[in-house]
């Protein structure tokens, strides 16, 4: 292979990985410099002249000539005199010689590993390129065609054929995908794993919720309207924080939109998910309330050492501060940032169809009982209202012993 074919075949590659022409050329030149390195020790000496347009290359060795007799005759820039006459009879001592080398000198293994290092090298760039690109995009939206459908995984293109990754845990639950399909997400994190660029993305992030809200919502693009805070359980529920600094703005409107015109195309991309929008305010109690809507409380005792909150509630409401699953008051909980009990307000009401957790006491350990009163659960439905999960996690119990109770209330209903 001679240098013109070397070059032009790099050239062509490189300028289809876009791949602007100076780094093309310094590439080059890094490779031709290392393959001088290998066979000469050295390039101080050296000059690469190289026009990659016409596939041009030219290397230049460059030696001041001494006497045969001179002790600097080792040197890597010396040249005998008798040498030097080798390649023009009419040089004497003092001169330099420039001496051009062809790329045949270095020997045919040299050149097939500089044309294998040259194609590398582009596929190094184009990967740091690549990592690089998208670190500075993470936290935005972007679009991503499926190519392929994995078990824990769904693979896409993006516009310039890069490959996207969007783990089964970044998936709301309800997404279902297929071959082709068009699809929006956050790009999560990236990461280098030997070499390669891993971009990953989320649609479960409350960042992509936000991202969504400034692409539904103008006042929030434009900085008139503030998301102070997101929380999800993606697919099923979300509050949003939101505060304006202008009075003449309503924040809550503003994102809802006319007859909910801008949150409809909001849920429709998270796959129905609810999503509760909430004017901020510093009022903690105050907050506190909206963050439980739709449920109306009648009292409320805050406890900022503990990081708890008591709110009291018309029974009526229990179930909607509550929420399907819990979802309801574990969203409330992590955006006021303290734990939320629920306790009964009955105000001399009976209400017959729940059942109070002391009518248990013959099956269930006192202890037990009173650890779900700790959290705010006084009845029945109180607790059947919570997921398994919640129930643990809110509680000091075991998760064997929540199932008992689980079980002997259920069998009180059946």
């Known amino acids: ?179 082709g399909d068009s699809v929006r997400a956050v790009v999560h994190r990236v990461e280098m794993i030997n070499g390669n660029p891993k971009i990953i993305l989320s649609r479960t992030s409350p960042v992509f919720l936000e991202r969504l809200f400034e692409s539904e919502v103008p006042e929030v693009y434009d900085g008139l309207i503030t998301i102070k805070k997101v929380v999800r359980e993606p697919g099923e529920r979300a509050k949003v924080a939101v505060e304006s600094y202008d009075d003449r703005i309503d924040p809550v409107g503003a994102c809802v939109g006319m007859k909910g015109s801008r949150i409809h195309s909001i849920v429709r991309e998270l796959q129905n998910e609810n999503i509760d929008v909430i004017n901020y305010t510093d009022n903690l109690e105050l907050y506190i309330a909206r963050a439980l809507s739709p449920a109306k409380i009648t009292d409320i005792k805050i406890d900022k050492e503990e990081g708890r909150v008591s709110v009291y509630l018309k029974p009526d409401q229990v179930s909607l501060a509550i929420g399907k699953g819990g979802h309801n008051i574990k969203l409330a909980s992590r955006l006021v940032d303290m734990e939320i009990d629920v306790y009964r307000d009955l105000d001399g009401e009976e209400v017959e169809e729940d059942v109070d957790l002391e009518e248990f006491a013959d099956e269930i350990d006192d202890w037990v009982i009173d650890e779900f009163k700790r959290i705010g659960l006084d009845t029945a439905k109180s607790v059947l209202a919570l997921s398994k999960d919640e129930l643990v996690r809110r509680t000091d119990l075991e998760e064997e012993t929540v199932e008992d109770v689980l079980k002997i209330i259920r069998q009180e209903f059946e």
């Open 1 to 179: 292979m001679d240098h013109s074919t070397l070059i032009e075949s790099f050239a062509e590659f490189a300028r289809q990985k876009n791949v602007d022409r100076p780094t093309m050329i310094r590439i080059l030149e890094d490779v031709f410099r290392t393959m001088i390195r290998k066979k000469y020790k050295t390039d101080d000496n050296f000059d690469i002249i190289i026009n990659a347009d016409k596939g041009d290359l030219e290397i230049w060795r460059f030696r001041e000539i001494v006497d045969d007799n001179s002790e600097d005759i080792w040197d890597h820039d010396k040249i005998s005199l008798s040498e030097a006459r080798k390649i023009e009879p009419d040089f004497e001592i003092g001169e330099e010689v420039a001496e051009e080398i062809k790329l045949e000198d270095f020997g045919r293994r040299a050149v097939t590993l500089a044309r294998q290092t040259l194609i590398q090298k582009i596929k190094d760039l184009e990967k740091d390129n690549l990592f690089l690109k998208y670190k500075d995009l993470i936290g935005e939206i972007i679009v991503g065609e499926v190519y392929q459908v994995l078990p824990k995984e769904v693979l896409l293109i993006d516009a310039e054929g890069d490959e996207l990754i969007l783990p089964k845990s970044e998936q709301i639950p309800k997404d279902r995908f297929r071959k």
